[in-house]
Nanobody, 126 residues
Framework: QLQLVESGGGLVQPGGSLRLSCAASGFTVDYLAIGWFRQAPGKEREWVSCISKSGGTTNYADSAKGRFTISRDNAKNTVYLQMNSLKPEDTAVYYC???????????????????WGQGTQVTVSS
């Protein structure tokens, strides 16, 4: 059974950085499409970024382009989301999600993911 565990969230000042981790167990991340989503209070869960199986394709929401970077470390079976130049509007619970068969062109669709982590809180505030 595939399990995902996020970590790395916390409180950071505007302009600061955080690196979120999504550690997988029960399956090799290189064979998974992985997406990052976030949900702010009172708002729907929104897509942030994704990386395809074998890491050949990465995609970013407009809000993340130029500031966030998704990457994969197969040796650690972990996918990362490096977040720089954080803004208060980035405050949310961040979730990683995984699927074995999701094609890159559908990676922004949360309905396409079968497995989800429990989330990690990111708060950007001075």
């Amino acid at each position: 059974q595939l399990q995902l565990v996020e970590s790395g969230g916390g409180l950071v000042q505007p302009g600061g950085s955080l690196r979120l981790s999504c550690a997988a167990s029960g399956f090799t991340v290189d064979y998974l499409a992985i997406g990052w989503f976030r949900q702010a209070p009172g708002k729907e869960r929104e897509w942030v970024s994704c990386i395809s199986k074998s890491g050949g394709t990465t995609n970013y929401a407009d809000s993340a382009k130029g500031r966030f970077t998704i990457s994969r470390d197969n040796a650690k079976n972990t996918v990362y989301l490096q977040m720089n130049s954080l803004k208060p509007e980035d405050t949310a619970v961040y979730y990683c999600a995984a699927d074995q068969n999701l094609q890159p062109r559908y990676c922004s669709d949360r309905a396409g993911y079968d497995y989800w982590g429990q989330g990690t809180q990111v708060t950007v505030s001075s």
